[in-house]
């Protein structure tokens, strides 16, 4: 009986998620703007990889804005804000992830008639987020090969939900002794359409495959 009330309660609070992600959607669509929710571990390079990304997009002539969503702290939105992004911070204080309703109040800080692109910045982690799609165009996993080759077997359901799936750090593969092409198989067994782009944002490489498949 308990598990059958917690598991309703479960469903309704998805299910209200979905319905605002959806009005998110309609929102950022309705202006033009292309928006992406970048998932991954704390340390898998999420922001680094918006700053690069970002800094592809203005030589191109688009305006970036984020969201940068973090249990505390402003570290991030500071960086994004020096990358010339314009930035808002979320902070979830206790959440270990964002939701919808979140980013909808967020969202009301952006300026939505100054952007063309605006990125997520999901808090740190493989688990909770895939549940909570916020309304973006796209979903975008990021992990890094620091984290193991063991990945993508271990939080199948993220994956199996990703549109585009980030291999980054791969300067350092031989290192940590990773093979990113393992990697690359298990997500293409899991999620066989989805694009699967290796990257070292560190040194900004491969960073026009990943816009390319961000449909830019
Ligand atoms: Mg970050
Ligand atoms: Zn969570």
Redesign the pocket.
């Given at each position: 009986m308990h598990q059958t009330v917690s598991l309703d309660m479960q469903h309704d609070v998805l299910k209200a998620n979905a319905h605002i992600a959806g009005h998110n959607h309609e929102k950022l669509v309705g202006r033009r703007i292309k928006s992406f929710d970048f998932m991954g571990g704390i340390g898998s390079g999420k922001t680094l990889l918006i700053e690069r990304l970002a800094g592809e997009l203005h030589k191109r002539g688009l305006r970036v804005g984020a969201i940068a969503g973090d249990v505390a702290g402003d570290d991030d939105f500071r960086r994004m804000e020096a990358a010339g992004i314009e930035a808002v911070n979320l902070n979830t204080l206790k959440?270990?992830?964002l939701d919808a309703n979140l980013v909808e109040k967020a969202i009301e800080s952006v300026p939505l008639d100054d952007i063309d692109v605006l990125f997520i910045e999901n808090?740190g982690?493989l688990?909770?987020?895939a549940d909570f799609p916020l309304g973006t165009d796209k979903r975008v996993i990021v992990i890094s090969v620091t984290e193991g080759d063991d990945m993508v077997r271990k939080h199948p359901l993220i994956f199996h939900h990703a549109d585009i799936i980030v291999v980054n750090k791969t300067d350092i593969a031989e290192y940590v002794d990773v093979d990113p092409n393992i990697i690359v198989r298990d997500a293409k067994e899991i999620n066989p359409h989805v694009p699967v782009i290796l990257t070292d944002a560190k040194h900004g490489v491969n960073m026009d495959a990943l816009l390319e498949a961000m449909g830019f």
């Open positions: 959440e270990c992830h808090v982690n688990v909770c987020p």
